[in-house]
Every structure is written in structure tokens, then in C-alpha cells.
């Protein structure tokens, strides 16, 4: 019998009124794009997540808005046999975290947190477990949209692809900083760096930051529906070009990621025309082109491409469901497979 070409995925959740456990665990086939249910687990709004290497821990941010209940948790997986283990929470101390990331080593966690208008460090014990907080660094910035930006928001925490730098996305403010990570110094962490601020224009509201492999840098911003362009050299940010996502002044552009082929690039966009924009990457220059939009069902937030680049799957929060898409390789366009897979208020969703 032909072995089943299979990786897992696991979603988080809203957990509004109760409507679902949190986290869940799917075997995705990378062959037909058909996913089958594993098991769940119960933790309270999981809106974004990260593991360390081989998928073993995952770090779950909970996003309350209360500061005392936000907070970050370190959960154990048992691939063989899809069990939840919780090993731990502790208080991020900054509301609504919405963004984590881990560090090369799996020694620190960083979170941002959007109505703390704060970045958070953790570092992390041996057998995993999070210690309590060691860094906390907060913003007081605000910008032209009066409902939006009237404090720093926090949006995303990224490290550089060289790990000696972790950049953080300010969507109230309209800027990004840029910090030098101090990996032999942990009451210190993160220190800015001497080109810390990159500002946005005024009512950008930065989101997501991405890195290429190539030596270029890719923001979407929120607000403005716009797409950015860096040369990223010797870990700076220079900006080359601007493009549209989003058209329609819906202020509800979300998510940015690479085809792992690095020809094209894709963003979600909500609110109103729903939808995937489609770019392709110039290899040489990293400019980018657009080359087309893909329908979604509501809300699309976080998206992820499969690690062998046939699949994208977009958690399409308010339709309740997680649509897979085919991606031709050699037009980068999309095909809706028809394989939904349903489940409520999907927020993130990652390969491990």
C-alpha cells in the first residue's frame, strides 16, 4: 500500500461564545489536498502561534483584552499521536498579543501586543516551559486615523533572516523598529539598533513584515492596502517600491507570504472584495507585479502555502471554513480545489 504523503496543520481558533476548543490538529495530504480531523485542544483565543524546529512545542498567544488575561502558553504535541500536553502560561503583561515568534536557538520568545502597544521576551527553559517575562518594551506613538491609530498598536515581531536583528510593526504609530538581539544578555535582549525607525507614510497602519531569501523585505500595511518593497542590506530596511493590494479603501488588508519557489507573492485582503491578491517576484530586482486576484469567502486572515508549494489555505474567519487552493507553478495563479475544511472562526493556520 502506497505510503499517505501527509504533514500536519494546526489551526487557532477565536473561541467566541464558546463556539470551539481553540486549537486543532489536522493530516493534510500533500498530494490531493483532502485534511483529516486529529484531535483538539482547549485554550482560550489562540489568534496566532509558533513551534520550535521539529513541531514538538508549540507557543499559543491568547488574545484577551485585558492585560492580566492575555497570555502566552508553551503546549507539548506528540506527533505520533496528536495529544496536547500543557506545560505551562504566563502573562504577557501587554493586551491582545496578535504575533509570536521564536528565535533560532529555541532559547527566547518574543510576542507583540496590539492593545499593550508593547513587544514582550520570554526565554525558555530547557524542557520548554516559559519563563516569566524578562523584557518589556513599550511604544507611545499614535498617527492620522482617529479610530485606528490613536495609540501604538503592535502588530508583528520578526526576526531577520540572520537572527541578529528582530524588527517590530507599529500599525498605530505607522512605523517599524528595528532592534539588535543581545543573545549572551538576557535582562537585555533586544536594544535598539542604530537604524531603529523606519517610518510608514501616515495612515499606512503597518501589519506584516516578511524577509525573502534573496536580500529583499515585504510589507503589507492594513490601512492603506499597500505593499512595500526593501532592499534589505546589511539589515537595513531601504524602501524601493510601493504597490496596491487592496483597491477599495476597505482598510482590511491582513496577511503577506512567499511562494516557497520565491516567484510570487501573495496578500489577503477583508472587509469588502474579499480576497488573495497575487504578485509576481522579480528575481533579479525584487520588484513586484501583479498579476491577479483571487476570490475568497469572508474575512480572509492568516493564509499559509503548503512546504512543497502545490497548496494555499486561507482561514477565511467569518465563512467558518479554511478554503485549499491549487497554485499553478508556472502562472502562480489559483485554483479553489473545493476541499473546505469547516470549522468556526479560524484565525491562523500553520504547517508543522
Same mark, same amino acid.
Given at each position: 500500500?502506497?505510503?499517505?504523503?501527509?504533514?500536519?496543520?494546526?489551526?487557532?481558533?477565536?473561541?467566541?461564545?464558546?463556539?470551539?476548543?481553540?486549537? *486543532? +490538529?489536522?493530516?493534510?495530504?500533500?498530494?490531493?489536498?483532502?485534511?483529516?480531523?486529529?484531535?483538539?485542544?482547549?485554550?482560550?483565543?489562540?489568534?496566532?502561534?509558533?513551534?520550535?524546529?521539529?513541531?514538538?512545542?508549540?507557543?499559543?498567544?491568547?488574545?484577551?483584552?485585558?492585560?492580566?488575561?492575555?497570555?502566552?502558553?508553551?503546549?507539548?504535541?506528540?506527533?505520533?499521536?496528536?495529544?496536547?500536553?500543557?506545560?505551562?502560561?504566563?502573562?504577557?503583561?501587554?493586551?491582545?498579543?496578535?504575533?509570536?515568534?521564536?528565535?533560532?536557538?529555541?532559547?527566547?520568545?518574543?510576542? *507583540?501586543?496590539?492593545?499593550?502597544?508593547?513587544?514582550?521576551?520570554?526565554?525558555?527553559?530547557?524542557? &520548554?516551559? =516559559?519563563?516569566? +517575562?524578562?523584557?518589556?518594551?513599550?511604544?507611545?506613538?499614535?498617527?492620522?486615523?482617529?479610530?485606528?491609530?490613536?495609540?501604538?498598536? +503592535?502588530?508583528?515581531?520578526?526576526?531577520?533572516?540572520?537572527?541578529?536583528?528582530?524588527?517590530?510593526?507599529?500599525? &498605530?504609530?505607522?512605523?517599524?523598529?528595528?532592534?539588535?538581539?543581545?543573545?549572551?544578555?538576557?535582562?537585555?535582549?533586544?536594544?535598539?539598533?542604530?537604524?531603529?525607525?523606519?517610518?510608514?507614510?501616515?495612515?499606512?497602519?503597518?501589519?506584516?513584515?516578511?524577509?525573502?531569501?534573496?536580500?529583499? *523585505?515585504?510589507?503589507?500595511?492594513?490601512?492603506?492596502?499597500?505593499?512595500?518593497?526593501?532592499?534589505?542590506?546589511?539589515?537595513?530596511?531601504?524602501?524601493?517600491?510601493?504597490?496596491?493590494?487592496?483597491?477599495?479603501?476597505?482598510?482590511?488588508?491582513?496577511?503577506?507570504?512567499?511562494?516557497?519557489? &520565491?516567484?510570487?507573492?501573495?496578500?489577503?485582503?477583508?472587509?469588502?472584495?474579499?480576497?488573495?491578491?497575487?504578485?509576481?517576484?522579480?528575481?533579479?530586482? &525584487?520588484?513586484?507585479?501583479?498579476?491577479?486576484?483571487?476570490?475568497?469567502?469572508?474575512?480572509?486572515?492568516?493564509?499559509? =502555502?503548503?512546504?512543497?508549494?502545490?497548496?494555499?489555505?486561507?482561514?477565511?474567519?467569518?465563512?467558518?471554513?479554511?478554503?485549499?487552493?491549487?497554485?499553478?507553478?508556472?502562472?502562480?495563479?489559483?485554483?479553489?480545489?473545493?476541499?473546505?475544511?469547516?470549522?468556526?472562526?479560524?484565525?491562523?493556520?500553520?504547517? =508543522?
Amino acid at each position: 500500500m502506497k505510503e499517505v504523503n501527509s504533514i500536519d496543520l494546526l489551526v487557532g481558533c477565536y473561541t467566541e461564545e464558546n463556539k470551539n476548543c481553540g486549537l *486543532a +490538529l489536522y493530516k493534510f495530504n500533500l498530494d490531493n489536498g483532502n485534511a483529516i480531523f486529529v484531535n483538539d485542544y482547549k485554550i482560550n483565543n489562540p489568534s496566532y502561534f509558533t513551534t520550535n524546529d521539529d513541531g514538538t512545542m508549540i507557543y499559543v498567544v491568547s488574545e484577551e483584552e485585558d492585560k492580566y488575561e492575555s497570555a502566552v502558553s508553551a503546549i507539548q504535541l506528540d506527533k505520533s499521536t496528536g495529544e496536547f500536553t500543557l506545560l505551562n502560561s504566563v502573562s504577557t503583561k501587554g493586551a491582545a498579543p496578535c504575533y509570536i515568534s521564536i528565535d533560532n536557538e529555541n532559547k527566547y520568545l518574543v510576542t *507583540a501586543n496590539y492593545l499593550g502597544g508593547s513587544i514582550s521576551v520570554f526565554k525558555l527553559q530547557e524542557n &520548554g516551559k =516559559i519563563d516569566d +517575562l524578562i523584557q518589556q518594551i513599550k511604544f507611545d506613538e499614535e498617527s492620522i486615523h482617529q479610530e485606528r491609530q490613536n495609540q501604538s498598536h +503592535l502588530h508583528c515581531v520578526v526576526y531577520s533572516p540572520s537572527y541578529e536583528h528582530l524588527f517590530a510593526t507599529d500599525l &498605530g504609530g505607522d512605523k517599524i523598529y528595528k532592534f539588535d538581539v543581545n543573545k549572551d544578555d538576557s535582562d537585555d535582549y533586544l536594544t535598539p539598533s542604530e537604524n531603529y525607525l523606519t517610518e510608514i507614510e501616515e495612515g499606512s497602519g503597518p501589519r506584516h513584515l516578511i524577509f525573502s531569501e534573496n536580500k529583499f *523585505a515585504y510589507l503589507i500595511s492594513e490601512l492603506s492596502g499597500e505593499v512595500k518593497v526593501f532592499d534589505f542590506f546589511n539589515e537595513n530596511l531601504l524602501e524601493k517600491q510601493t504597490v496596491v493590494s487592496q483597491y477599495n479603501d476597505a482598510e482590511g488588508s491582513a496577511d503577506i507570504q512567499i511562494h516557497p519557489n &520565491g516567484k510570487y507573492l501573495y496578500t489577503s485582503n477583508r472587509l469588502e472584495d474579499d480576497g488573495l491578491t497575487i504578485f509576481k517576484i522579480d528575481q533579479n530586482s &525584487g520588484l513586484l507585479t501583479s498579476i491577479g486576484y483571487q476570490e475568497t469567502a469572508l474575512h480572509p486572515r492568516n493564509f499559509v =502555502i503548503s512546504p512543497n508549494g502545490k497548496y494555499l489555505l486561507v482561514a477565511s474567519k467569518d465563512s467558518h471554513i479554511i478554503q485549499v487552493f491549487e497554485i499553478d507553478n508556472t502562472t502562480g495563479l489559483l485554483t479553489n480545489i473545493n476541499s473546505d475544511i469547516e470549522i468556526d472562526l479560524p484565525v491562523c493556520i500553520k504547517f =508543522i
